[in-house]
């Protein structure tokens, strides 16, 4: 007997899920009908920035497979198509085809829900005015570069996380008057110590981006178009203005079907990716995943994740067992040239979740000293006190080649490595690409010495 | 009481043992006197091809530390200071002061062998022409610089190791004809699987650089000057020859005192650095270690090892605990843009030690494909069969900031993991650094998929 698989959400987590279930079960096995509200599934939301600023031409290029590419694989993908209310007693979806009018229905076996997640919307007056923006979907991605090419002018973002500042560095690289408002002491505020976030401050304001730190945006001013941007101590003249304040899982839908959450606010999963209904699995933003080093619940919005809990739910949904072994939170971005990336837990995260930790920060150079190329590189590596068990690492590197250094960090941590045994590895080295100690060495070194762990 | 250290050779090794004993005890407790043959200590060998092809400069660049540098740690440093005998048992050794012609002696209650490498010369007719060089130390540096910067002309470099194409790059820099000669079916033979080093010799031979492989030098041509290298089948005409033929372990004085070698011909030396006559310890180049995977003694000639392996001695030279945790051969280098690294062992390495192995290859990006940046990348795991344990990972990056991504493979292996939980492993994923998987995780996935260690 063939069954259905229904996937709500057609990019990473859903499409993941489909093509690995498909790979596992035959079209007579398995029938696979995904939904997509937007006009684009299995795209880079992450690439989305760059097409902002150029970078990367046609907007098509972030698409990984197209609707077509996924039908020749037995996939039928239905774009512009919200599903608009699960049905758990009856296992079917209601759906809504936005460009038709019409709405109907789709009973399944399985259900993927994969409904991401939502800008985060802040609740100020003249959020809704024309000239107002977000950069979740492709379609924000052509709307926003239009607004670019036809400056410059001022462009305001709002919100100092990765988004926010790619954006930022997009509009300044079109000529743009460009300045980030942030409610922080410093931006990445979630993922870098202040003192860090600092250094991509220095960066950016050396391109003439204006970054306002520790400011609070009180209202969108302007009749129909946006005109300004007012906080507490300033009105901050604004053409354009970008609203990068994060984002929250999409689980509306869910929600009202029953399907329960967890503590993040998420769609509570086991390591499966299964939901506490029968038959239905959650991937992707929407759905809580595990912390590797807190044991904690949490709910990163990453591409990466998506990916990977997607492809979970595909392997178990056709019959293989896939377990999801959780995350560290590894992220990396390139701002004005300066490269960031983080994984596990800072100090402060650890003693959050009662962890006792010690932080020590190395700094160098991405290559041997000597090296003409050779840019400032800074380490901190994180680690429990007492036994040296690694748990986090920031990384900021000021030229190229610095910030993948973190996935060293990312393996060691998986593994509880403690820092005075990734003191002694054996990495690689030549001077166009390290000093003969890697900086890494002596990060770890540091943070065991620290940390008791070490003689 | 005061001891005192006597450190035979001046490099790397020597100077670490040098500085952590220092560190571990004053000069009340502990006298450090050093010997090196050259001119210089504390040097970067590694940095001498690009100080020839005019990447680096001055030659001073390469120096990390002088000897006023240690003299302000009161540790003695003797350069032009050859020892010439070490007598184990009235614990003393001879040393020749080349410059001004005297010998003397100079007793020890321990002592440190850190002699190094010396360059493999062949067995041919003509190998001490005029215009035949090897490169080893500084001096070897300074006047394969002159030479170079004295051309154009033709160059020949015999042999297809790192140090050869680093050589023959310089060389093809300054616009000299430039021929590589190597016995081998590939060039970097000992790190890199033939096909995948044949990526590197397309690179080569792009720059203008004929690489010209399975060929045997018979001799060196010239009468006082070098005129033509001597091939089987052809006589290639030379103004300079450079012998990149490897290194073997300078061990002939420790031999000669009666210091017992390992089965690799190099010093034989515990995981305290320690040689088996009491107080007396190797390290660097000249000593014996053992490789992680194949749990065997090998004896690699890099310097991350010999500063770790002298670290390692002189910490508990100074008193404390330190064991060498063993090599994996991790290396690197760049040839005609081409990053080029390997650690671990490759798929045949592991079947001569009597582990059954698969390898897998994934090929990519080094960024996201639609990067504009984004350049070929090619990535070869190595697992045991069954288990899917990682031996081994070869990567040629044809751009930049591929090949540092060895390191992940180097933490993965030397904790044993399996490839299947390295393709689940959370790096970190941007647009201008990898795919969402990066092809870490597709290298691994693979070859865990062919070692039959996951579904």
Known sequence: MTR????????????????????RLGPDRLEIVAFERSSWVSYSACGEP????????????????????????????????????????????????????????VGFDDLVVATGATAVRPDIAGADLEGVFELRTLDDAAALRRVAEAGPGDCVVVGGGYVGLEVAEAFAVRGWRTKVLTSGPSVLERTLDPDLGAKVVDAMRARGIDVVLETQVRC???????????????????????????????????????????????????????????????????????HRVTRRP???????????????????????DAIFPGVLGTSITRVCDVEVASTGVRESEAEEAGIAAVSATATGTTTAGYWPEAAPLTIRATAER??????????????????????VFAVAIWTSMPAQELAWTDLAYAPPFSGVWDLIHIAARKAATRAGSIQ
């Open 4 to 23: 259905r698989l229904v996937v709500v959400g057609g990019d990473a987590a859903g499409m993941s899920a489909a093509s690995q279930a498909r790979r």
């Open 50 to 105: 760059y097409f902002v600023a150029g970078y990367v031409d046609p907007l098509s290029r972030l698409v990984a497979r197209t609707p077509e590419d996924f039908a020749a694989r037995d996939i039928a993908v239905h774009v512009r198509s919200e599903v608009t209310e699960i049905d758990l007693d009856r296992r079917r979806v209601t759906v809504h085809a936005l460009d038709e009018g019409r709405t109907f229905r």
């Open 220 to 290: 969108i001013n302007g009749s129909e178009r946006v005109e300004s941007v007012g906080c507490d101590d300033a009105t901050h003249p604004a053409d354009v203005v970008v609203l990068g304040l994060g984002t929250r899982p999409e689980v509306d839908l869910a929600a009202k079907a029953g399907i329960p959450l967890g503590e993040t606010g998420a769609i509570a999963v086991d390591r499966r990716q299964r939901t506490r209904i029968d038959g239905v699995w959650a991937a992707g933003d929407c759905a809580e995943t595990f």
């Open 298 to 320: 949490v709910n990163p919005h990453l591409g990466t994740v998506a990916n990977k809990t997607g492809r979970v739910a595909g392997i178990n949904i056709g019959g293989g």
């Open 386 to 407: 007492d036994t040296g068990r690694l748990l986090g690492a920031q990384i900021v590197s000021e030229g190229p080649a610095g910030g993948k250094r973190i996935d």
